[in-house]
């Protein structure tokens, strides 16, 4: 079974720093899809940036960008310039390739502070 | 933009009381998921929908629960004897092949009392 794991339950930084928020997975399959959701304090989930696991290329959506390392199973997510606006819970999820369910990680809250 | 959504926001209800949780996929989307968060824990899956099917379900999804299309827009999810731990959000989330991203909606709160 696929296993995602997000190592820091919290991070905190200041405004306009730059953050990495990590995630590991375990999987034995070699086609499939990671993303990072974002929940702010509405709940609402919020896709922030996918990564196809074919593609050598990492991922970037304006100030939000991934660093992919299939080999070592790591799938981070780094934001720049972080705004107030950035403060809420980080989810990083797996899929297999096809549409099979995400499996979730425990999540990273992450604070901006000003 | 389309967007998936969920009716109620908010459901309060007593134990042993059947609940419905309604969806409205995005409408070109072909498959369906419902997960659940029980406050402060990770998302979990719960079941999966296509062809008017079940294609997956979790070990959470028992007897209690139960899934349904009843018409080409409406996707619900009923839990027929609601118990405390099952006091948690409920997200419903649709997928196209396209990109096989999932949308989810906003969320029904679900407070079992």
């Known amino acids: 079974a696929q296993t995602v794991t997000q190592s820091q339950p919290e991070m905190s930084v200041q405004e306009a720093e730059t953050v990495t928020l990590s995630c590991t997975y375990d999987t034995s399959e070699n086609n499939y899809y990671l993303f990072w959701y974002k929940q702010p304090p509405s709940r609402q989930m919020i896709l922030v940036i996918r990564q196809e696991a074919y593609k050598q290329q990492n991922a970037t959506e304006n100030r939000f960008s991934v660093n992919f390392q299939k080999a070592a199973k790591s799938f981070s997510l780094k934001i720049s310039d972080s705004q107030l606006g950035d403060t809420a819970m980080y989810f990083c999820?797996?899929?297999?390739?096809?549409?099979?369910?995400?499996?979730f990680g425990q999540g990273t809250r992450l604070t901006i502070n000003p | 933009e389309p967007e998936v959504t969920q009716t109620p926001s908010h459901q309060v209800t007593q134990m042993g009381q059947e609940v419905i949780l309604r969806c409205v996929p995005i409408?070109?989307?072909?498959?369906f998921y419902w997960y659940r968060q029980i406050l402060g824990q990770k998302v979990e899956f719960l079941v999966s929908f296509y062809n008017n099917e079940i294609s997956e379900k979790s070990e959470i999804f028992d007897d209690q629960f139960s899934v349904e299309r009843p018409d080409g827009s409406n996707f619900t999810l009923k839990i027929r004897s609601t118990k405390l731990e099952d006091s948690a959000m409920y997200f419903c989330?649709?997928?196209?092949?396209?990109?096989?991203?999932?949308?989810f909606g906003p969320g029904t709160r679900l407070t079992v009392t």
């Open positions: 409408s070109n989307h072909l498959y």
């Open positions: 989330a649709s997928l196209t092949e396209a990109n096989y991203e999932q949308y």
């Open positions: 999820a797996f899929t297999q390739q096809g549409a099979q369910k995400l499996v």
